[in-house]
C-alpha cells in the first residue's frame, strides 16, 4: 500500500485465476527477520481500557421455515447457513446527525428496509445477517489500520450506540459479526508507538530486523519498512506494521479483544481480515504451517466463550487453499473467491459450460455449505460495472447467488445495481436511497461524491416498481428464507444438453428443489434434464416458485430413480431463473 488513503488487504485479486482451484501459491525460501522474540514481559496498560466481560443474552430464537426470530440452526448445520448476510460500510449508508459520514445511528433507522422483524411481509429485503466492515477507532477511512480495539470509531457513534443497534438488529431477526482485523494495527495505534523507543516492553509486540531482509512480499511488494536505523514488517503498508504472533502477550491481548465484543459487545461474531497472513515463516509469507495452528486455537478460544460465534475468513486464494482452513476445523467458513468469479462472469458471458464444474468442486471441498458465496466485495470494482450497467444480467448474477449452496454475502447496494470501479473509494461510495439531493444520504456534504446514476438506481424508484433488480432481489431472498432446500440442501448438477442453461438439484431433508437458470439473451427450447440417479420415486406434483408458470409433470424415474428428458417447460425465457419445489 503505498497511500493510507488506499486499502491493499488484498491483492490477491490481481493473482486470481478462475479455474485454479487446484492450484496452491508457491513462495520462494530465504531468511526472514533477525530478531529473536524476547520473553513476554510484564505489561503496563496504556490508553485502552477494556470493560470487564459480561454476558450479554440474545433474544430468544424462533422457528427456521419461515425464519422468525434470530435464525437457528437445521440439518445440524450453524444457524448461519440459515443465514443471507449484507455487507455495510457504516461511513457510506446512512448519515442520521448530517455530518455528510454515515453512522451507527444512520444504520439503525434504515434496519426496517434490510429486515423489518415480520417474516409475512415482502416489502423488506429479507436478509438475517449483517457483516459490518470495521468500525473500531481508526485514523483512515477505511477503518482497516485499528488505533484503539477497544472503542468504536467516533465518526460513527459511540459503544452504546453499537449496543442499540444490536439490540435493534436482533430485534428484527438480524444477526451482526464485524471486521476483526487482527493481522496488524495502525502505524499510530499507541502499542506501535511505544515500541518504537529504546528498551520498550511493547517493541515484541511487532516485528523487527536491524538489516533489510533481501526479499519481498508475495506479490513483489515492498514489506520491510525503515524506521530510524532499523526495519519492521508490513505485509500490506507502512502504515499497517504486522503485530508478532509469536509473542504469547500479544495473543492473549487479541484473545481479550475477542471475549470484549463478543461478551460485553454481544457480536454474533468476526468476519476476519487477511486471515492467510498471520505469521511469516521467513519468506513463507502465506497459509503457513503456524499461521493454520494458531487459527485453530482462535476458534477454540472463541467459541469458548460464545460456542455459537461464527468466524468466517477471508483467505483471498484458490478454493484448494482456501478449503483447507475450514476442513481442518479452524474456521466455521471462507469466502469462495474461485466461484465468485465464476458467478460473474457466467452473468456476464450468458455460457455456464464451466459454472457447474467450478460449483461442484468448490461443493466437494468443503464440510456441506461451509463457505461464504458472493459476486463482489469492497476490494472489487461492483458488480454492476462488470456487467455492462445491464440489469438482465445483474438478474441472472443475483439468482446464481441466492439459489446456490453455501452462505451468501451481499455488497451493499449491490441490490439496487449501484455502480463503481477502482480506486477503491469509487466502489464504496454512498448508499442510493432516493432521487434527491445526495442520494438521499446525508442532509449534509457526503465524505465521497454519490454516483450519477443515482436518480434512476436508487431504493424509493426500485421499491415501486415490481420489475425492478431490488424487487428481485426481495422475492429472491424472501424464498431462501422459506425454503430450506435452498439454505442448507445438497447440490447435484444435471445435464441440460444446453451450455447456455444452468440446472442444478438441491435437497435437504424436508424438500427437493430443482432451479433452472436460462443465461443467455435468448430463449430455450432445447433442453433436456438428464440424471442418471436420484431418490424421485413415482410421479411428482411440481410447483414453480419464482415465475408460477404452469409445469408439465416429471416422467416416472428410470431404475435407480434416474430421469431422462424431462422438460418442465416448452420454452425457457432469456436470462430467467425458476425455482421448482417437489
Avoid at 75 to 98: H, I, K, P, Q
Avoid at 249 to 276: S, T, Y
Avoid at 548 to 565: C, D, K, M, T, Y
Wanted: proline share 7%; glycine share 8%; hydrophobic share 40%.
Amino acid at each position: 500500500m503505498k497511500s493510507k488513503n488506499r486499502l491493499c488487504c488484498h491483492p490477491g485479486a490481481a493473482r486470481l485465476i478462475l479455474f485454479s482451484a487446484l492450484l496452491l501459491a508457491v513462495v520462494g525460501l530465504s531468511a526472514c527477520q533477525t530478531q529473536t522474540p524476547a520473553p513476554a514481559p510484564t505489561m503496563t496498560p496504556l490508553t485502552e481500557t477494556p470493560v470487564a466481560p459480561t454476558p450479554t443474552p440474545e433474544p430468544p430464537g424462533g422457528a427456521v421455515a419461515p425464519i422468525s426470530g434470530l435464525p437457528q440452526a437445521s440439518d445440524g448445520l450453524g444457524w448461519w447457513n440459515n443465514t443471507v448476510f449484507y455487507e455495510v460500510f457504516v461511513r457510506s449508508f446512512y448519515d442520521a446527525n448530517g455530518d455528510g459520514i454515515g453512522d451507527l445511528n444512520g444504520l439503525i433507522a434504515k434496519l426496517d428496509y434490510l429486515n423489518d422483524g415480520n417474516p409475512a411481509t415482502t416489502s423488506d429485503l429479507g436478509v438475517t445477517g449483517l457483516w459490518l466492515m470495521p468500525i473500531m477507532a481508526s485514523p483512515s477511512y477505511h477503518g482497516y489500520d485499528v488505533t484503539d480495539y477497544y472503542q468504536v470509531n467516533p465518526a460513527y457513534g459511540s459503544n452504546d450506540d453499537f449496543k442499540r443497534l444490536l439490540a435493534e438488529a436482533h430485534r428484527r431477526g438480524i444477526r451482526i459479526v464485524i471486521d476483526m482485523v487482527l493481522n496488524h494495527t495502525s502505524n499510530e495505534h499507541p502499542w506501535f508507538l511505544e515500541a518504537q523507543k529504546p528498551a520498550s516492553p511493547r517493541e515484541n509486540w511487532y516485528i523487527w530486523a536491524s538489516e533489510r531482509p533481501n526479499y519481498a512480499g508475495p506479490w513483489s511488494q515492498t514489506v520491510w519498512h525503515r524506521l530510524g536505523d532499523r526495519y519492521y514488517y508490513g505485509i500490506f503498508w507502512e502504515g499497517m506494521p504486522d503485530l508478532n504472533y509469536r509473542n504469547p502477550e500479544v495473543v492473549a491481548e487479541m484473545d481479550k479483544i475477542g471475549a470484549f465484543w463478543l461478551q460485553e459487545m454481544g457480536v454474533d461474531g468476526f468476519r476476519l481480515d487477511a486471515a492467510r497472513y498471520l505469521l511469516e515463516n521467513e519468506q513463507e509469507q502465506a497459509s503457513t504451517p503456524e499461521t493454520h495452528q494458531w487459527w485453530k486455537r482462535y476458534d477454540a478460544a472463541m467459541k469458548a466463550i460464545k460456542p455459537e460465534a461464527l468466524l468466517v475468513g477471508e483467505v483471498w486464494t484458490g478454493t484448494k487453499e482456501v478449503a483447507e482452513y475450514v476442513k481442518n476445523g479452524e474456521l466455521d467458513m471462507n469466502f469462495e473467491f474461485d466461484l465468485a468469479s465464476t458467478l460473474v462472469d457466467t452473468a456476464r458471458t450468458g455460457f455456464g459450460m464451466s459454472v457447474g464444474t467450478i460449483q461442484n468442486f468448490v461443493w466437494k471441498s468443503y464440510p456441506p455449505n461451509q463457505f461464504a458465496t458472493f459476486l463482489t466485495n469492497h476490494d472489487q470494482n461492483r458488480v454492476m460495472s462488470v456487467l455492462g450497467d445491464d440489469v438482465a444480467k445483474a438478474r441472472v448474477a443475483a439468482a446464481l447467488l441466492l439459489t446456490a449452496p453455501g452462505v451468501p454475502f451481499l455488497y451493499y447496494g449491490e441490490e439496487i445495481g449501484m455502480i463503481g470501479a477502482k480506486p477503491d473509494e469509487q466502489i464504496r461510495t454512498p448508499m442510493q436511497w432516493a432521487d434527491a439531493e445526495n442520494a438521499g444520504f446525508s442532509t449534509g456534504k457526503p465524505w465521497i461524491e454519490v454516483k450519477p446514476n443515482y436518480t434512476t438506481s436508487n431504493v424509493a424508484t426500485e421499491s415501486a416498481a415490481p420489475a425492478s433488480l431490488l424487487t428481485y432481489y426481495r422475492t429472491l431472498i424472501h424464498l431462501r428464507n422459506e425454503h430450506e432446500a435452498l439454505r442448507v440442501g445438497d447440490y447435484t448438477k444435471l445435464d441440460a444438453g444446453n451450455n447456455k442453461l444452468y440446472a442444478f438439484w438441491r435437497r435437504s431433508a424436508q424438500e427437493t428443489v430443482l432451479v433452472l437458470i436460462v443465461l443467455g439473451d435468448t430463449p430455450i427450447t432445447d433442453y433436456r434434464l438428464m440424471l442418471e440417479q436420484s431418490d424421485l420415486l413415482g410421479a411428482r406434483a411440481p410447483v414453480e416458485l419464482l415465475t408460477q408458470a404452469p409445469l408439465s409433470p416429471l416422467p416416472l424415474p428410470q431404475p435407480a430413480g434416474g430421469v431422462s428428458e424431462y422438460r418442465p417447460l416448452a420454452e425457457l425465457a432469456a436470462q430467467t431463473a425458476y425455482i421448482i419445489r417437489w
